[in-house]
């Protein structure tokens, strides 16, 4: 009895954990990934805030490639872009206690998200390196990459020539407008309105050529968005 018992909770157990958290905010309905979302008040604003979840998705120092650049956001439910423009404003300001001294506030989008969360596009920021007084920490403030395959560690190779990461005037604890047009094989990120881009993708890397949208932190991020808007474009 005891054995029927148990089996029967397991199963139970199976199909809550398989039915996706989700949370309601500028009326969308957003599926959780791997992060804890909550609706907040952020100087006399709702805002949505994300945290990456490090229960449901372990941190590893010692295998960070593997361990970083993962499908930790939220995502529009119901939502298939092939090509599109969406936008949308972000503030960021590292967790404290930090469980990472390398923290970078990083925080950012993801595209063309897929059902399973197994395949998107992403560009995320990382504010802390945008002031730094390292010009080499400054040239990888912007970042792109694709999950699962190419993410930011092997993007960085010689190979790639830095295209995947740029500089950009950022910082902690600021709002940051972020505008990403993607088209076919190309997404262009706009930074607070400015008339050109501040960072051009010519070839992403992603097998996806449609999904969901996504707002997305990292590691020790505390992270806010306001105001998202999205736009479907043939």
């Known amino acids: 009895m005891k054995k029927i018992i148990l089996t029967a909770l397991l199963g139970l157990s199976s199909i809550v954990n398989s039915v996706a958290q989700t949370i309601e905010w500028q009326g969308r309905e957003f599926e959780i990934s791997a992060v804890n979302a909550s609706i907040v008040q952020l100087d006399g604003e709702e805002a949505l805030k994300i945290e990456r979840d490090l229960k449901a998705l372990p941190f590893d120092l010692k295998n960070l490639a593997n361990t970083v650049d993962e499908p930790t956001y939220v995502k529009v439910k119901n939502l298939n872009i092939e ?28 595209f063309r998200a897929n059902e399973d969360d197994t395949s998107y596009e992403s560009i995320y920021l990382r504010p802390n390196a945008g002031r730094s007084e ?65 960072f051009i993708v010519n070839e992403m890397k ?24 999205i736009t479907k474009i043939e």
């Not at 395959?149 to 604890?173: H, I």
Request: glycine share 8%; charged share 25%; no cysteine.
């Open 206 to 229: 992603g097998d996806a050529k449609s999904g969901s949208i996504g707002l997305w932190v990292d590691i020790a991020t505390e992270g806010y968005f306001k105001d998202l808007k």
């Open 83 to 110: 090509n599109g423009v969406f936008e949308v404003k972000m503030l960021s300001r590292i967790q404290t206690p930090t469980p990472f001294k390398a923290a970078q506030g990083f925080i950012g989008v993801a």
């Open 134 to 198: 390292n010009q080499s920490a400054r040239n990888h403030t912007v970042q792109y990459y694709a999950y699962p395959d190419y993410k930011f560690d092997k993007l960085r190779n010689p190979e790639y020539g830095g295209q995947y990461e740029t500089y950009a005037d950022v910082g902690l604890d600021e709002w940051i407008t972020m505008r990403v047009e993607f088209k076919e094989k190309v997404a262009k990120l706009y930074l607070n309105d400015q008339e050109y881009p501040s």
